[in-house]
């Protein structure tokens, strides 16, 4: 992924802080918007276009995502310069000690692991522009934009063990190569819901970019 490569994303415990989850798998949280280019209904797949995505990240140190998780929910509860009102999409909890916009927590969140600096965003809501993105307080979180985005996903339900999603990816590779389309990214695996959905009714998916 061009700009996701070294800058992308985690599923993370997003049910246990945002009210909009729920243990029956919608989690009542805006989509990032996409074109929908060519659907295989029997496995599952689609190929789409998703033409702009503004992403704030956190660098992921170590082994943990706990920490970026932190800042990153911080940040879309108040700890950014932003003044705008914000219509919300989900309900979220403001810390005490928070100031400025809460922002409205999108899906999916994205985990790129094959990368040299992994790192987690967040999804920004598609009314934003990089312009109009509230400036983070934490010096060490950044804002990006995706453009042009193309990719082939596959949809899958359980938890996003290596197993599950080892198996999905070769699924969606093997699918690729019968309609003759390039990689040019690493795989990425996505989540909708949190760890308190129950396994069968997840939304999980793993993407992979192409030409």
Known sequence: ???FGAKLLTI???STMLTGCSLFGDSGVESAPYELVMADETKEIEVRNYESMVLVSASIDGTSDNSAFRKLFKYITGANE???EIAMTA???MDEDQKGTEIAMTAPVFMAENTNEPSMSFVMPASFTLESTPKPTDPSLTVSEVSNYKVAAIRFSGTLSDSN???HTQILLNWMQ???LKQVGEPVKAGYN???TLPFLRHNEVLIEIE
């Open 1 to 3: 992924m061009r700009i």
């Open 12 to 14: 993370a415990t997003i």
């Open 82 to 84: 932003g003044a705008t």
């Open 91 to 93: 309900p979220v909890f």
């Open 165 to 167: 999603v080892d198996e």
């Open 178 to 180: 019968s309609k003759g």
């Open 194 to 196: 949190g760890p308190l």
